[in-house]
């Protein structure tokens, strides 16, 4: 498994702090998530063909699309904020949905 280490981190950092909606889970093949881990502000097709389901709500909530590939037991949320790449992303296990 692998974590993303901050180097002294303030409270916020180190505790999740944004409230999130799926609104979309999108799979894609083992190199179309690799490419995504690699070059992840490449504008994408998924992205933008998903914009109207990615924003921020009057009460705080991401409103994402998930995205998931075979071989890989998490995910990357995305909000583009109206964007064609992932401008915002957050790493999320697939245990967390029991995803397959």
């Known amino acids: 498994m692998k974590v993303n280490f901050v180097r002294k981190p303030t409270p916020s950092e180190i505790y999740p702090q944004d409230e999130f909606i799926i609104e979309k889970v999108i799979h894609l093949s083992k190199a179309e998530f690799e490419d995504l881990l690699k070059e992840p502000l490449k504008d994408r097709d998924y992205v933008h063909n998903n914009k109207e389901l990615m924003y921020e709500d009057k009460d705080g ?6 995205i998931i590939a075979d071989d890989y037991d998490y ?17 999320l296990p697939k245990s967390v949905f029991e995803l397959k």
């Open 61 to 66: 909530y991401w409103h994402c699309i998930y």
């Open 75 to 91: 995910g990357i949320l995305i909000e583009s904020e109206g964007s064609d790449y992932p401008r915002y992303t957050a790493y």
